[in-house]
């Protein structure tokens, strides 16, 4: 039952992850901003994340 919970929450994950992806890319077309710019933003918003995850994990040890 575990695994259908767990399966089920990436699931959710993914899904509002893409939705959360599309709308931000719309937002930023309709303001006029350059497709160089969003992939960099989007790109530099994971790389942080990602960062303060391992930063938090390091210092839980």
């Not at 992850?17 to 303001?31: E, F, G, K, W």
């Not at 960099?40 to 918003?45: A, S």
């Amino acid at each position: 039952m575990d695994y259908l919970f767990l399966a089920f929450g990436l699931g959710l994950l993914l899904l509002a992850a893409d939705l959360l992806v599309d709308s931000s890319v719309a937002i930023a077309q309709r303001a006029k901003v350059s497709n160089f710019i969003i992939g960099l933003t989007i790109v530099g918003i994971l790389f942080l994340l990602c960062y303060a995850g391992y930063t938090a994990y390091l210092l839980s040890r």
